[in-house]
């Protein structure tokens, strides 16, 4: 797995990045990027196998691109495995995802 781009250190990664078997360049306006081809793979960063439990060494890895559960190009086992991983998640940390307690209208009830 290659690092992530250097110039750009200071980006919040996703937890969930895109990797593919295959990869391409698409020059747009004189810049040029790489694009995944084909099934698109959950992989977190550091992991040497996608969600769905494929081996992915040398696969490479879209940093700034955030894996996409359900979308037409992603992998139904990776989906499945990211929305399974991200609901487990939110039970494992209750009250993160509560709405917070307004205090000021509880004291002007007092």
């Known amino acids: 797995m290659h690092a992530p781009p250097m110039a750009r250190r200071h980006v919040h990664w996703p937890t ?14 004189g810049d040029s990027e790489w ?3 084909g099934e698109h793979h959950a992989r977190e960063a550091g992991e040497n196998l ?4 494929l081996v992915a060494i040398g696969w490479p890895v879209f940093w700034l691109m955030p894996f996409k559960p359900g979308s037409s190009v992603s992998c139904t086992e990776c ?7 991200e609901a487990s998640s939110h039970q494992e940390r209750p009250g993160c995802c509560a709405p917070l307690r307004d205090y000021a209208s509880e004291r002007s009830k007092t």
Request: aromatic content about 8%; proline content about 4%.
């Open 16 to 29: 969930w990045l895109v990797s593919a078997k295959h990869r391409t360049v698409i020059s747009r306006d």
């Open 35 to 37: 694009y995944p081809v």
């Open 50 to 53: 996608t969600a769905c439990g």
């Open 79 to 85: 989906t499945a495995a990211v929305q399974r991983a």
